[in-house]
């Protein structure tokens, strides 16, 4: 059984729902998302996005387009973000992980390829934000043949797609709770709740709400309708905030310490 | 050739619609109505009437004798785009999407643009329909081409300053589909090139065909015959596409596509896509890529901020790979020498990018004999690039970067 299928299931028993940070991998460097990795986990998350640093992030605001331009610093490649799960997993993460990739990198690495590295690393869902369901056939199939979760998104605007894209889907459906980009905002789609709806009548499948939450209030909101609730944005500005602390060995632990409060403080 | 794109976007294997779910919609609704407005007569009168009465279609299709007998080879023929109202090709695909854009409802557009002649273009055909604008274009442009960050301000349109990434062309593109995704309810996005996410090749191909349905008929009543050559200048690729594409099915036609070599296609600062590129998907289809083994997009360079852009229109990869077009590259000093070569000789001076096409015009028609002819796309005037082109030529530092 896929651990994401694990994951939702025990929390469902349990009656909480799912905490997904996301975090750009590499940012500042390998070695520390690590230890940010380790920190989420035992600071409450219950699933980690691993975002794969990119040149041209179409969907992404100046939050985490900043935290790609740092990674890409160093240049750090899609193999190097899969290769982090890994170590991650070996550090003793217990946590499923799901790549968080634009269509390029992947093309450029070969499908079968990534496909099989992907499988091998531990790694448990994808999401590429930039193959919408007209394009993203061959991906599918090579991903349910290797049991990984292609987690398709859905939007306010996909009105009657949301059916056609939520039976493809596997693992959960990510739900976009507004129009535009990642990043922090105080307002929501005004149709957002009736989104929500629609999107669980369409699916057996947990649901999941992203881009844009960023407060404890938000997270509360969203735990009533949805399965699990992804904060990105939010978070990787934390660690922007911690690059100082983190940059030196003496303050590593006090800025991995501030990452965490703010990930607990989501929890609910 | 078979009819491309098809219904899935696809010029071959290029093409697509690589975008996020949220913006989906608003390319299915846009494709919808584009196939919708596009066989519909009131609408095509429309646009024929701006293009003709507007921006003064059909542009000439000018003999250029005295550059002709210099270069002792072929005769050259110059399709006049130039002499379009703002000054470029820009403007029939802008008349085209604003029209489009308001049978759809729409009442504000955005556009991004490089050297500005799209954003001019965007920003004029705003103020004649009555339509918000906001133009997208990187710090870095906005500084090469101040006059036409004014121009767009005098045509009442806004500039935003896209500070991301290069703050280039491929930075402001970005940055006006994140836009647009935010605000697809009320707000149109016409994009300049004959790149992105379908239906946009197609749409910008269809308005700038123009330029290659007169081309072929104008050569045919001045020679009695179609041309041995086309060439065309290829950032994007739009001009390029316009002229080329109503010759695509005459086999005798051979189709030259000019890109940007910058500083040479050994070094790593030039815009070469199609020469030094690879396949890959960037702004939202597969197409030829300047990119890096990781399948990172790499920053392009040209002095001609135009084709400064590392990628191209997905119908161009799937000419070149069919076989059907060539494409060449031509320096920043190619490009400058082939700009006062026409100066001088015809008394017109060419827009940067249209200056790459003549260069290559000047290695080709002395391979010629005198009865071949080559139609070139004059896609732009130099006005905007005057500045600059003082720079370069005055010796003074002047780094279009």
């Known amino acids: ?268 | 050739m078979n009819q491309v794109p098809d219904e899935k976007g696809r010029f071959g294997k290029f093409g697509g619609r690589y975008v996020p779910e949220t913006l989906m919609n608003a390319l299915l609704e846009l494709e919808e109505a584009y196939n919708h407005y596009s066989k519909d007569p009131e609408f095509q009168e429309e646009v024929c009437y701006l293009l003709h009465k507007y921006s003064g279609r059909p542009t000439s299709l000018y003999y250029a004798e005295r550059l002709s007998n210099h270069l002792g080879g072929a005769k050259v023929y110059l399709k006049r785009e130039d002499l379009n109202h703002t000054g470029a090709h820009k403007i029939n695909n802008t008349i085209g999407q604003a029209v489009l854009a308001k049978r759809m409802g729409k009442t504000k557009i955005i556009a991004e643009t490089g050297a500005g002649q799209h954003g001019v273009a965007s920003a004029t055909v705003a103020a004649l329909l009555g339509l918000e604008c906001k133009v997208f274009m990187g710090e870095e442009d906005m500084k090469r081409q101040q006059l036409n960050v004014f121009r767009m301000q005098l045509l009442g349109a806004e500039v935003v300053p896209v500070t991301s990434g290069t703050r280039t062309l491929k930075d402001a593109c970005n940055e006006t589909l994140r836009y647009w995704v935010s605000h697809v309810e009320d707000t149109y996005y016409i994009l300049g090139s004959a790149t992105g996410p379908h239906p946009y090749p197609m749409i910008v191909r269809d308005f700038q065909r123009i330029i290659g349905d007169e081309a072929r008929k104008q050569i045919v009543e001045n020679e009695g015959r179609l041309p041995d050559y086309v060439v065309a200048a290829v950032g994007g690729g739009s001009n390029a596409i316009g002229i080329f594409y109503p010759f695509v099915g005459d086999e005798t036609v051979r189709l030259v596509g000019v890109e940007a070599a910058g500083r040479g296609v050994d070094t790593n600062e030039h815009a070469a896509t199609m020469t030094k590129g690879s396949h890959g998907v960037f702004q939202g289809s597969l197409s030829y890529l300047l990119q890096d083994e990781f399948g990172q997009v790499q920053p392009a360079h040209s002095i001609s901020a135009g084709l400064d852009y590392p990628g191209i229109g997905p119908e161009h990869a799937y000419l070149k790979d069919s076989g059907r077009a060539q494409y060449f590259p031509i320096t920043d000093a190619e490009a400058l020498e082939a700009l006062q070569l026409l100066s001088r000789t015809e008394g017109i001076i060419p827009a940067l990018e249209s200056a790459h096409a003549i260069a290559q015009t000047m290695k080709l028609a002395p391979t010629l004999s005198k009865d071949e002819i080559i139609v070139v796309s004059l896609s732009g005037r130099g006005d905007k690039d005057v500045e600059a082109i003082m720079g370069y030529l005055g010796g003074e530092q002047h780094e279009s970067h």
């Open chain 1, 1 to 268: 059984m896929n651990l994401i299928d694990q994951t939702f299931a025990k929390l469902k028993e349990e009656g909480k729902t799912a905490l997904i940070p996301f975090l750009t991998t590499g940012d500042p460097d390998l070695e520390t998302t690590i230890a940010i990795i380790q920190q989420l986990e035992q600071s409450g998350a219950d699933l980690i996005e691993l975002g794969v640093p990119y040149s041209d992030p179409l969907a992404d605001g100046p939050v985490i387009q900043r935290a790609s331009e740092r990674a890409l610093v160093n240049r750090i490649s899609i193999r190097d973000c899969i290769d982090t799960a890994e170590k991650a997993r070996q550090a003793g993460v217990k946590l499923p992980f799901i790549l968080f990739t634009y269509f390029n990198p992947v093309l450029q690495f070969g499908l079968e390829a990534f496909m099989e590295l992907v499988k091998t690393k531990g790694i448990s869902g994808l999401i590429i934000p930039d193959l919408p369901m007209e394009e993203d056939e061959e991906v599918r199939a090579l991903a349910e043949a290797a049991g990984i979760h292609l987690i398709p998104l859905v939007a306010p605007t996909s009105k009657d797609r949301v059916v056609q894209i939520s039976r493809k889907a596997r693992g959960f459906v990510y739900c976009v709770s507004s129009l535009g980009v990642t990043g922090v905002r105080a307002e929501f789609h005004s149709g957002i709740d009736d989104f929500l709806s629609t999107v669980r009548e369409a699916t057996d499948l947990p649901i999941a709400v992203g881009f844009g939450i960023s407060s404890r209030e938000q997270v509360e909101r969203f735990s009533k309708s949805c399965d699990g609730v992804v904060v990105g944005s939010a978070i990787v500005r934390k660690i922007e905030e911690a690059l100082p602390l983190l940059a030196d060995a003496s303050s590593r632990e006090a800025g991995l310490r501030q990452i965490g409060e703010f990930v607990s403080e989501l929890k609910v």
